[in-house]
């Protein structure tokens, strides 16, 4: 049977540093535990690796030379890793961009799997060829041609504004909402319709329909209208009391944010994300 890699390394950092107690100091181990290596080493080689000369352990020729060897090896090895990790692609990432500032940038450093070469976000609305991509993160109902879906978490949104709008006004039941401006959404119509309201005809909406949800908060925060924004995106918001939510409706779904990767994709990196993803998300496989 021949000896561990471990074992030989023990070796090569005893002969390196010609004594066991700094050995056991290099390799943070005590010396006994050295020491109790070495003399299994023995037993397995079948011939003494050290010597003691006036107190000291000195290699014997045969020893010096395994572990001369031993160096060289590990030497290669470590190039060796090195010169694979050089070579592997960052793992490529897409996201809408209120979701990848407010969702998954947080989280991202914590990923334990991101390797040397890191991951690499583009973040975009608009449609990328899922080819040039390991990981997609949009919204959606599901049901994309040539995709593995993993569901995330549901769109959700209820009305929110900055508490300086709000003032000395009273918003105890939707339809009080006619009192203010509302950021344009596609989505108020079907909010009315879960909270049981009818859209008051005296409703009115700002000029300005921004293209993102987080230019939408951004108005909202500096008073710009009622905008209809997601409690588990923009939660902090409300949390720091920079916005209010002032009603318990919130509509959630039928979309959700899905991480997408491609059918015929057999990496293990992409898996591994999408699975990070939805342990993060609260929604393991």
């Not at 990328?128 to 978490?153: K, S, Y």
């Not at 939660?235 to 409706?249: D, E, I, K, N, Y």
Request: hydrophobic fraction near 45%.
């Amino acid at each position: 049977m021949r000896p561990s890699l471990e074992s030989l390394r023990i070796l090569e950092v005893c002969v390196a540093t010609a004594s066991f107690a700094r050995a056991a100091e290099r390799l943070f181990l005590t010396p006994a535990a050295v020491s109790l290596r070495i003399r299994s080493l023995e037993a397995e080689l079948g011939q003494p690796l050290f010597v003691r000369v006036h107190g000291r352990v000195v290699p014997t020729p045969a020893a010096a030379a395994l572990a001369s060897q031993v160096r060289e090896s590990l030497a290669g090895i470590a190039e060796a890793v090195d010169r694979f990790q050089a070579a592997t692609p960052p793992l490529k990432v897409t996201a809408p961009p209120t979701f990848a500032s407010r969702w998954l940038a947080p989280r991202l450093p914590h990923y334990p799997e991101s390797g040397p070469a890191g991951i690499e976000l583009d973040v975009s609305t608009d449609i990328r060829d899922p080819n040039a991509f390991d990981v997609i993160i949009r919204t959606g109902r599901g049901g994309w041609t040539g995709l593995e879906e993993h569901r995330l978490i549901p769109v959700d949104v209820t009305p929110m504004l900055a508490p300086s709008l709000l003032g000395a006004h009273s918003l105890a039941v939707p339809a009080e909402l006619v009192d203010f401006e509302l950021l344009p959404h596609p989505d108020w119509e079907q909010w009315f319709t879960m909270a049981h309201v009818e859209i008051p005809s005296a409703i009115r909406f700002a000029a300005v329909d921004f293209p993102t949800h987080e230019l939408n908060a951004n108005a909202a925060l500096a008073g710009g209208g009622v905008a209809l924004l997601s409690p588990t995106l923009f939660g902090s918001l409300l949390t720091q009391g920079l916005l209010v939510a002032p009603f318990r409706h919130v509509l959630s779904g039928p979309a959700w944010h899905f991480a997408l990767m491609r059918a015929d994709d057999r990496r293990m990196a992409p898996r591994h994300f999408c699975a990070w993803l939805r342990e993060q998300a609260g929604n393991p496989p």
